[in-house]
């Protein structure tokens, strides 16, 4: 918050009612002088209230100036206009900067009611991990459809837009990679991508086909050179939260190397990031099903849920052995956890059946279902190949929407309301 000092102009004060009068009387006289042999006199008095009339004038004009025109803390040069309508500017379209405020927009598209139920319109987007690299850019995949909630007979369907898939392009990478965006969130009136990669959150502007970097999130405590895996993110209280795979680092067979990615990050609607270390909190989230070091849970999926005040996380995966990089592609899970505020109740269910190479990636709460009702992704990575899954179920474990692939060989890995 950006606070501004006010002015305060006091009159000057006279002690007595005979310097009040001399004061004013001194105005009314004129100087007296005397030339020639006579010295020239100037009356102590006059002067005394010339002086203070002009500092008054001086100090009236200045503050009536001052406040005839609103402070615009964005004005850097008074070349540019204070509404943002130079040439440059306007041709980009930038809105009109806002202090204090929060866009609560949710999603952009009103749902409708139609003969297949209520529409919502929804968005997915891709991690094409090493294949996102196209000549000098990297790309990622972003396809839309409707979602269709039929309450009366208690189903749920889906429509994909026949549209091309929109491309989105970048030149930011780190080791040669780059824009494999592993979450989809609106927050503060924005779609926002997460790179997984370097760390960066895009703002997405899907009519424009365009992103553009806005924070860039450094890995674990903030104090390193690498890029935070980003894995799921959500808002809570007007901020957004976003973390990792909630797993310690290890090597590719399973030594520990640091806990890094089990800190989240907490960003303001201004960017400014905090580095919250939730070490504790998962190791509770894998005891609840009865999982230690060196066992662990992979999480790709989280939300908040102002409803019920509660965590929910959808794994991707799940194994009480030792991590392995060849084995680990067949642990996909079909688990469930919620926790309250402070991860003193955690509670655990099973959503369907397990299928051992598919694995959540990312879910959203239906907007108007009292976050009863969920929309999820699971991914898979099996020998090289990899698939995207749809379904819907609420959130006692009632299927809706049976798990549903994706047309194409994308692994999509956020899903959002827009």
């Known amino acids: 918050m950006v606070e501004y000092s006010k002015l305060t102009v006091t009159e000057p004060g006279f002690e007595t009612t005979d310097r009040m009068q001399d004061w004013r009387q001194a105005i009314q006289i004129p100087t007296a002088y005397r030339i020639g042999n006579s010295t020239v006199r100037l009356q102590y008095q006059f002067v005394m209230g010339v002086l203070a009339v002009g500092v008054i004038a001086l100090v009236m004009f200045y503050n009536s100036v001052s406040h005839s025109k609103p402070h615009n803390p964005y004005m850097l040069e008074k070349r540019i206009p204070t509404n943002y309508e130079s040439d440059h500017l306007h041709k980009h379209n930038l809105p009109e900067p806002k202090l204090n405020t929060y866009n609560s927009t949710y999603p952009f598209t009103t749902p409708v009611r139609t003969e297949k139920g209520v529409r919502y319109k929804i968005a997915i987007i891709s991690d094409l991990d090493t294949n996102s690299k196209k000549n000098d850019e ?3 995949y972003l396809k839309t459809g409707s979602l269709f909630v039929d309450v009366e007979n208690n189903k749920v369907s889906l ?3 026949k549209d091309e898939l929109v491309t989105l392009k970048t030149s930011l990478a780190q ?3 780059g824009m494999e965006l592993s979450e989809l969130v609106v927050f503060n009136g924005a779609l926002l991508g997460f790179d997984d990669r370097t760390g960066t959150i895009y703002q997405i502007d899907i009519a424009s086909k365009f992103a553009f970097p806005w924070v860039l999130l450094v890995d674990g405590h903030g104090r390193v050179a690498k890029g935070f895996k980003s894995e799921w993110a959500t808002v809570k209280d007007q901020t957004l939260y976003v973390g990792g795979l909630g797993k310690a680092w290890t090597t ?3 030594e520990l190397v640091n806990y890094h990615p089990q800190y989240i990050k907490k960003i303001s609607p201004t ?10 909190r998962y190791e509770k989230l894998a005891k609840t099903v009865d999982i230690s070091f060196p066992g662990y849970i992979i999480h790709e999926s989280a939300s908040w849920s102002s409803v019920h005040k509660r965590w929910f996380f959808l794994p991707r995966r799940e194994s009480k052995d030792r991590y392995d990089e060849k084995l ?6 079909n688990l469930m956890l919620t926790a309250d505020e402070e991860f003193s109740d ?5 959503i369907g059946d397990i299928s051992p190479t598919h694995g959540f990636s990312s879910f959203k709460f239906v907007p108007n279902t009292h976050d009863k009702l969920i929309v999820a992704l699971k991914s898979e990575e099996n020998q090289g ?3 995207s899954f749809i379904m819907a179920f609420d959130i006692d474990g009632q299927i809706l929407l049976p798990e549903t692939k994706i047309d194409g060989d994308f692994k999509y890995e956020g899903i959002e309301f827009i």
């Open 252 to 254: 590719p067979t399973g």
């Open 346 to 350: 955690i509670k655990a269910k099973r």
């Open 328 to 333: 680990d592609e067949s642990r996909g899970t």
């Open 159 to 161: 429509e994909w837009d």
């Open 271 to 280: 960017g400014e990031v905090s580095h919250i270390d939730w070490h504790t």
């Open 175 to 177: 080791g040669g990679r």
């Open 138 to 140: 990297w790309i990622s």
């Open 385 to 387: 190949k990899t698939a």
